[in-house]
T-cell receptor
């Protein structure tokens, strides 16, 4: 089966611009997660979708971040306007059940650089 | 809150050397513990896991034992290869609904 895919792989934008990241989960996976790793720090949870509904968005840093999952398939994460501290690698993951069993499949990540 | 602490990297080893990457955690209850690996240009992959105290997870020659008394889950491999060069992340999943909590990652560089 195809794995989790993310687009783009890299994005370089200037402060104040808008960027949209996309994640395509494994087909049939109801659970979709967004995580972020700022350079040299932990991978931090951002939010969790179950189908098209936001189950948990407690990790979203502020209202400049907007995540959607229309139709319960792919998801987008928009950052508007981007700030320097938003730079990092954004990972998407999907699973059929919850992640406690370690069944989470991660994508390769999108590296975002805000100048 | 829950947290994971892993040793700082990079860890630089010669091929066939013994590897240990330390990981300790803080969590309430009885979390499940994981090691994930990220090879260059690829996504995070689950390397091994342990779901209760004294369990040993193993895969690809790597192993880690869930030590509740020391709240540790150290990753070991007896003889590393160049192909093991990657970033390794220790993570926990608390009991009940939650999400994965990761450590900062440890880069391993293995030279021939």
């Amino acid at each position: 089966e195809a794995g989790v895919t993310q687009f783009p792989s890299h994005s370089v934008i200037e402060k104040g611009q808008t960027v949209t990241l996309r994640c395509d989960p494994i087909s049939g996976h109801d659970n979709l997660y967004w995580y972020r790793r700022v350079m040299g720090k932990e991978i931090k949870f951002l939010l969790h979708f179950v189908k098209e509904s936001k189950q948990d968005e407690s990790g979203m840093p502020n209202n400049r971040f907007l995540a959607e999952r229309t139709g319960g398939t792919y998801s987008t994460l928009k950052v508007q306007p981007a700030e320097l501290e938003d730079s990092g690698v954004y990972f998407c993951a999907s699973s059929q059940g919850l992640s406690g069993t370690g069944g989470m499949n991660f994508g390769p990540g999108t590296r975002l650089t805000v100048l | 809150g829950d947290s994971v602490t892993q040793m700082e990297g990079p860890v630089t080893l010669s091929e066939e050397a013994f590897l240990t990457i330390n990981c300790t955690y803080t969590a309430t209850g009885y979390p499940s513990l994981f090691w994930y690996v990220q090879y260059p240009g690829e996504g995070l992959q689950l390397l091994l896991k342990a779901t209760k105290a004294d369990d040993k997870g193993s895969n690809k020659g790597f192993e880690a034992t869930y030590r509740k008394e020391t709240t540790s889950f150290h990753l070991e491999k007896g003889s590393v290869q160049v192909s093991d060069s990657a970033v390794y992340f220790c993570a926990l999943y608390p009991s009940g609904y939650s999400t994965l909590t990761f450590g900062k990652g440890t880069m391993l560089l293995v030279s021939p």
